[in-house]
């Protein structure tokens, strides 16, 4: 719940610290609450002092600073502790849970940076430090977390700072100085199985019902619809008709909501049989412990993970003449842009064939 101050035509927010349902709110006070009068008599007083420092600022001439009159509604001790804020704005995210998780991976990594606990740490200064900080964090397997990976953080960093300059908190969103500062990261790279090595994993067979054959079978399944591991752990075959035995249906990405065009392909099939038309329910945690064994066990030198089966989906359909366009349409991507990367993947590996074929043109040149 919020109070509005509308300066020049621009809306300010003050953030009351209360949360109730729309059900509990009418007629401008909180109502059907077990402590309705408490939370009532609070707004009281926070409105109170609003009101007073407003007209304290007019009658003195004195320029409205939002940041300021937040302060004086509420105690200093409040005002400056920027951590405890954090915590509390994303407590009232409204978002998915893959990305919910993102955001409080955030607030653990704002706090073991140790550099910003009052609203007066919050400056693009510190935020060049976090960037750096976070660069020489270890991620999966000890390794450094990927470019990508401080860049989402800094996407979940800027839109929180957004809503603080939206309520008044802070004039001004650090980031405005830092725009193109921290780019997303090299995502043109993009790797993927071959279909040597598609048909090894396909070949694989671990002990039936044990974690490494549901990995494996997850895994063959996003392989063969290009569907993400949340969307796969979502799948319900009911929202798929069944045409001529093939099996479409036209759904939304659990993550962006995009839609997205699906047939399901033999092996995809195959897999569902095996568990009466769903497929095997896995932590993230654990499909990718698993993967890293299905890997070894195939013989492959690429490692597994999660999107590694999406990329697969990808460049096996442009490898084997499906459009650009469907492709994107596929795999639900918002822009075309997005499955262009595969694209370029796709040139890549022409080029090399090219390049086969000139140096066995040289060698039977030679004398």
């Known amino acids: 719940m919020e109070v509005r101050l509308t300066i020049d035509r621009k809306p300010y927010y003050i953030n009351t610290g209360i949360r109730v349902c729309a059900r509990q709110w009418a007629f401008d006070k909180v109502i059907n609450h077990p402590q309705a009068d408490a939370l009532n008599e609070r707004l009281g007083i926070l409105l109170d002092k609003i009101m007073k420092e407003v007209n304290f600022l007019i009658k003195n001439h004195v320029e409205i600073d939002v940041a300021k009159i937040r302060n004086h509604a509420w105690s200093s001790s409040q005002s400056d502790d920027f951590l405890v804020w954090l915590k509390e704005e994303v407590k009232m995210l409204r978002v998915k849970p893959g990305t919910m998780k993102h955001y409080n991976a955030l607030v653990l990594r704002i706090q073991s940076f140790g550099r910003m606990q009052d609203w007066s740490d919050v400056t693009a200064e510190n935020i060049y430090k976090l960037d750096a900080y976070l660069r020489e964090l270890p991620g999966r397997d000890n ?10 953080y800094h996407k979940c960093f800027r839109n929180l700072l957004r809503r603080a300059e939206r309520t008044g908190l802070i004039a001004s969103n650090p980031y405005h100085k830092l725009n193109g500062e921290f780019p997303r990261g090299d995502k043109e790279n993009t790797e993927y199985l071959t279909e040597d090595e598609m048909q090894k994993i396909m070949d694989f067979s671990p002990t039936p019902g044990s974690w490494l054959d549901k990995a494996r079978d997850l895994f063959v399944f996003q392989m063969w619809t290009g569907l993400s591991y949340a969307d796969t752990q979502a799948f ?26 699906n047939q399901l392909l033999t092996p995809a099939v195959e897999v569902l049989k095996k568990y009466g038309m769903t497929v095997p329910k896995l932590s993230n945690q654990v499909y990718n412990r698993e993967l890293k064994v299905v890997g070894s066990a195939c013989g492959l030198h690429i490692k597994l993970h999660t999107h590694l089966a999406r990329h697969t989906f990808a460049t096996y359909m442009l490898r084997n003449g499906a459009k650009l366009e469907n492709v994107s349409k596929m795999l639900g991507h918002a822009t075309i842009k997005q499955t262009q990367r595969y694209a370029k993947v796709m040139a890549e590996s022409v080029q090399e064939d090219f390049d086969m074929i000139e140096a066995r043109l040289n060698d039977k040149a030679k004398p």
Do not use: H
């Not at 390794?143 to 401080?150: E, R």
């Not at 008709?241 to 099996?247: A, L, R, V, Y």
């Open 236 to 261: 319900d075959i009911s929202a798929y008709k069944e045409i001529k035995g093939k099996w479409m249906v036209i759904g939304s990405r659990i993550k962006t909501g995009q839609p997205f065009v």
């Open 143 to 152: 390794a450094l977390i990927s470019a990508c990976g401080v860049y989402n």
